[in-house]
């Protein structure tokens, strides 16, 4: 048995109830109140629930579009119904027939049953119209809320999901894991000052974990969560009513004054890996506000939005779903007119994060002006794909006979092939290319309608830990070749033609409807041994003639450059790609510590950056590289950089640049 709010009656009047009986039958009753009187009641729909082990519904809600029933069950799956208020498909209580005007306590002189119920057979029994199967997995779903034109759902996973409702389907957005510990998540309460409290427990103890300032409100003892409960707050008070050895247990704490004032928000508990910048959103009345994504190594990625006017940084969202640290970010070029998903108020981009555990995810971002909000921008999030090599290994046959690969594989950069849209294709497949610390090269191929993001091709030519990598286009002459630089420990830098693994993987996606074998991405073009240690920091850039600039900076403090010349075989005797290094640039010495941060703003500039927070402006001229500034940042222990130009009001063209670190700082 369940209650639900009924739709289009104010509260108190009308209630639903919910009831799960034999082989997964669900009825939708509405009861009355009647002062002095029997409830009235009245069947309303009867609903089929999937078969499963414990065939049950646990939770239910209406949404407020009507006509649509969302409910979970105890398999952990989530579940839409049809369902329609009006009397023409109600059943009630004093009979369809008759007229009897007997309530539903009294017998109606052919048994106990009520008459609604022995009349259910005059209402359809509805099907899902749509299912997602053990989404809470097999514990069950604990709660389903509506807010903000969003469904909320909890479940005993330690996670809650957001949904919106897409035609008559349910499609997950984001799942989000609130607090580590708190695995049974039992309800959500949205408050009116913007806070989100997670209501739960953690072992014996009863848990509210407020989402705005990330800690826990409240760990009252009460035994754990198989006991029933109550919780009820406003501003005067709190209380948490809960049954212990059969009393029933009351906690009761009066509203104090707040002393607590956040100073500086937090973006991130440990140290920032990486950082990327999406673009700028333009809000009436609002300084220009520029919109980051950062990952850190507390296993989180935050969406944050800088003003230029108060210089402060404002945590739009948080991206939780990895398990371990967030090593690596790219962006898929932004959405233009002519792409799917833009729009014409704000920022859309796809966005990977990589990191510890062979981990990859995927999100579609939409950033748009909201002057209401405290942040003056709206950020939605919706989860696309993720992959774990060690799930792949488990879908594996015959993975008894093979060798597992490391499971503390970490991906350590990434970047986006571009130029990869196949129109051949129903839908385009995206490619995304990943530096691996097990001594590989891998490929992704992500299909956004579908939401699968497949490993396609690989490469272990380095046999040690790949530290970047970066993709680039090469067009001439009508003809395309996506070629790949990689960069090892040893100092080496390798450059690939990826062209052809692309596509024949794209047509063995097209052919296996998802689901290939790698395929080998066979060996480098070239491969230039640039440093004497570790590269750190990599960057590619098409010179106007082009020709290709590649600068890298290593641990031993250097600096390397070289200009490429990429040269396109004719006719099967030629046939192929070939690279031609028309220059090489070294720096030794270019700073005291580790170059972590290298980009090329022009053929004739170079930028870089190392953990001795020096920020080096550089002139390549005939005799190499020449320093023309140095400026000290404030961000100890560097870890990446990036840059953006921007046109002033005059014209003049103005080079910005963001560190991240022990901190963020940009200048």
Known sequence: ???????????????????????????????????????????????????????????????????????????????????????????????????????????????????????KGALPLEAPLSMLFGLHGKMGVTSVTCYGGYIYSTGRDGCFHQLRLQGQQLEVLRKHRPCKGLQWIEELRFTPDGDLLVLGFHADNFVVWSSRTGENLHCIPCGGGHRSWSYCSNASAEAFAFVKCGDVMLYHREAEPCEQQVLLESLHGREITCVRRLGVVEVPGHATLNIFVTGSEDTT????????????????????????????????????????????????????????????????????????????????????????????????????????????????????????????????????????????VRVFGLLEAARKLVLVAESFHHQRCVLKVEAFLHTWAGERRHLLCSAATDGSVAFWDITSPITDATDALHQAEGEIQPLALGTPLLTIMAHSCGVNSLHIRETPEGQYLVASGSDDGSIHICLLEVALGRGEAMAGTCLRVLERVARPCAHAAHVTGIRVLRPDLLLSASVDQRLTLWRRGPGGLDALSTTFFHVPDLAELDCWEVAEAGGELRYYCVLCGQGLEML
């Open 1 to 119: 048995l369940g209650w639900a709010p009924c739709p289009g009656q104010p509260p108190g009047a009308t209630t639903a109830l919910l009831a799960s009986g034999p082989d997964g039958e669900m009825l939708w009753l509405d009861v009355t109140h009647r002062p002095g009187q029997a409830p009235w009641v009245r069947l309303m729909g009867r609903y089929l629930l999937p078969p499963c082990k414990q065939r049950w519904h646990t939770c239910a809600a209406f949404l407020p579009q009507g006509g649509l029933l969302v409910c979970g069950d105890r398999r952990g799956s989530l579940l839409l119904f049809p369902c329609s208020s009006s009397p023409g498909w109600a059943v009630e209580s004093a009979g369809i027939a008759d007229g009897s005007t007997s309530p539903v306590g009294e017998d109606t002189g052919s048994g106990s049953e009520p008459f609604c119920l022995s009349h």
């Open 301 to 440: 990625a935050c969406v944050l939005a800088l003003s230029k006017r108060s210089q402060a940084a404002m945590p739009l969202t948080r991206l939780s779903d990895h398990i371990s640290s967030v090593r690596a970010l790219a962006l898929a070029s932004p959405a233009g007119p002519g792409d799917e998903g833009f729009g014409d108020e704000g920022l859309c981009t796809l966005l990977f994060s990589a990191g510890g555990r062979a981990q990859i995810e995927c999100y579609r971002l939409l950033c748009a002006g909201d002057p209401a909000s405290e942040s003056a921008v709206a950020c939605q999030v919706i989860h696309v794909a993720s992959h774990r090599l060690d799930k792949h290994w488990e879908r594996k046959k015959n993975r008894h006979k093979l060798v597992k690969m490391d499971p503390e594989t970490r991906y350590m950069s990434l970047s986006v092939v571009p130029g990869t849209s196949s129109e051949q294709l129903p839908a385009p497949w995206k490619f995304l290319a990943a530096a691996c610390s097990d001594g590989s």
